[in-house]
């Protein structure tokens, strides 16, 4: 298994307070991703990054905000929760990029409960 | 914004049975993965196909990709229960760093 750990695996917050998830990888693999999943909707990319200090943005990411100042640590911080932003968070890893077909390791998932 | 429509969004069939699953795009991708995931984890890639065309099989389990490299389909062989799970496929396009996921197919296979 990929070496990927997120954390935390679960939290409950109330609207308006900033939330930070993490991602620690193990495998030195440049291309890191964070994906939400909801019901009906796939998963859908918020923010990913091509190597430290190098990020862009994905397909909703309003009210997100990534820092990668490390290989092994992407962080996806939520500067003031919302009830919208309920979700089950994904970190993926990806030792290739652009032009290739390269395989998206998944961490176990961080279940966000914005009260 | 590409998407990736996939049908039926639930399935639900007896043991030994067969099924397919599509995915369909208006857009042309370079390549297509296919995803399994259970309750509690992340996706777990099953497969990537990159030739308009191809067809590639795992036990039971055959991808197509389609000609114009726009669709894709799963077919499943005499189900298993160990084939229940969320299939999500996912395209990526030329150039193109990110891969988009379609709306997935919840597969529930009954014993």
Known sequence: ?115 | TQLLEQSPQFLSIQEGENLTVYCNSSSVFSSLQWYRQEPGEGPVLLVTVVTGGEVKKLKRLTFQFGDARKDSSLHITAAQTGDTGLYLCAGRSVGNEKLTFGTGTRLTIIP
Request: glycine share 10%.
């Open chain 1, 1 to 115: 298994d990929a070496g990927i750990t997120q954390s935390p695996r679960h939290k409950v917050t109330e609207t308006g307070t900033p939330v930070t998830l993490r991602c620690h990888q193990t495998e030195n693999h440049r291309y890191m991703y964070w994906y939400r999943q909801d019901p009906g909707h796939g998963l859908r990319l918020i923010h990913y990054s091509y190597g430290v200090k190098d990020t862009d943005k994905g397909e909703v990411s309003d009210g997100y905000s990534v820092s990668r100042s490390k290989t092994e640590d992407f962080l996806l911080t939520l500067e003031s929760a919302t009830s919208s932003q309920t979700s089950v968070y994904f970190c993926a890893i990806s030792p290739l990029g652009a032009g290739n077909t390269g395989e998206l390791f998944f961490g176990e998932g961080s279940r966000l409960t914005v009260l």
